[in-house]
């Protein structure tokens, strides 16, 4: 049993599809969650940058005596060194490994589709991951700058006809690469899920990162003997304004956010 909490982080709300999962999995355990508002997104941004904030982020974290990180960003883990790991002195996961295990498990074609921000697809962080556990694997990706924005704005219902168009547009050279399983390489990316289902004719096998990190850390906590006894509970930090943070975060959650939200300054960390 350790009682400490898990900590999780984004550049945003996109982490929040983690927490969702992680709070059904897991629910005695204490979430503690810092998205970053006041510098979404990380996805424009260049290498060294995303590394900087990553590391602030985690120190925060730290900063609260959690037994687990994890990256609930598709950016930030396909930016982190082993070296960038190992400094963090805990256990550790990103989205881009359970995410590419889930797929080369889904995949019967082995032609695995990823979509993410700009800096994640460029990194090819999950093309590496996937063909290091099937080496004949084909992987396509795709970067889908708008989604983020248009996610943080709340254009998210199925039939919003601008996010609908956004996907079409993203979402031909998959369909057209004839892909069987597509990695949502961003947290942001399942608040679409509908969209991106439809717009792919119901025929593509979608992997969540959220849920997918989620498991794996339902597996590490429970193989590992540090599951937490008693009533799970979350605290929310960000880096700007709590209530845009909450408004928001309460369509992703399902409903209010449960839990305080506190603004820190991040560029202390
Ligand atoms: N949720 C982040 C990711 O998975 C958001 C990207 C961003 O901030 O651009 O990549």
């Given amino acids: 049993m350790d009682n400490r909490a898990i900590g999780i982080f984004d550049s945003g709300l996109g982490g929040l599809t983690t927490v969702k999962e992680l709070r059904r999995l897991?629910?005695?355990?204490?979430?503690?969650?810092?998205?970053?508002?006041?510098?979404?997104?990380?996805g424009n941004r260049g290498r060294e940058t995303i590394r900087k904030y990553a590391m602030?982020?985690?120190?925060?974290?730290?900063?609260?005596?959690?037994?687990?990180?994890?990256?609930?960003c598709g950016t930030v883990?396909?930016?982190?060194?082993?070296?960038?790991?190992?400094?963090?002195?805990?256990?550790?996961s990103g989205v881009v490994l359970p995410s590419a295990q889930a797929a080369c498990a889904a995949s019967s074609t082995g032609q695995i589709g990823v979509i993410g921000t700009t800096a994640t697809?460029?990194?090819?962080?999950?093309?590496?991951?996937?063909?290091?556990?099937?080496p004949e694997a084909r992987v396509f990706g795709n970067a889908?700058?708008?989604?983020?924005?248009?996610?943080?704005?709340?254009?998210?219902?199925?039939?919003?006809?601008?996010?609908?168009?956004?996907?079409?547009?993203?979402?031909?050279?998959?369909?057209?690469?004839?892909?069987?399983?597509?990695?949502?390489?961003?947290?942001?990316?399942?608040i679409i899920y509908d969209i991106i289902n439809q717009v792919l004719?119901?025929?593509?096998?979608?992997?969540?990162?959220g849920r997918e990190v989620a498991k794996w850390a339902q597996n590490f906590l429970t193989s590992s003997g540090i599951l937490r006894e008693g009533e799970g509970s979350c605290e929310y930090y960000v880096s700007d304004s709590p209530e845009l943070?909450?408004?928001?975060?309460?369509?992703?959650?399902?409903?209010?956010?449960?839990?305080?939200?506190?603004?820190?300054?991040?560029?202390s960390f």
């Fill in 26 to 42: 897991l629910p005695n355990e204490h979430i503690i969650y810092f998205g970053d508002n006041g510098r979404v997104p990380y």
């Fill in 56 to 72: 602030q982020d985690i120190r925060l974290l730290l900063s609260h005596d959690v037994k687990l990180v994890i990256a609930a």
């Fill in 77 to 92: 883990s396909s930016m982190m060194t082993p070296e960038m790991q190992n400094s963090i002195g805990l256990p550790f």
């Fill in 121 to 134: 697809v460029r990194s090819g962080a999950y093309g590496r991951a996937i063909r290091a556990i099937r």
């Fill in 144 to 190: 889908c700058p708008l989604f983020v924005p248009l996610v943080e704005n709340g254009f998210i219902q199925p039939d919003n006809e601008i996010t609908l168009k956004v996907a079409k547009l993203y979402l031909e050279p998959m369909i057209e690469s004839n892909v069987d399983t597509l990695i949502l390489g961003c947290t942001h990316y399942p």
């Fill in 201 to 209: 004719d119901y025929k593509v096998t979608l992997i969540d990162p």
């Fill in 245 to 267: 943070f909450s408004d928001t975060a309460a369509i992703f959650l399902g409903g209010d956010i449960q839990g305080e939200v506190e603004q820190i300054d991040i560029d």
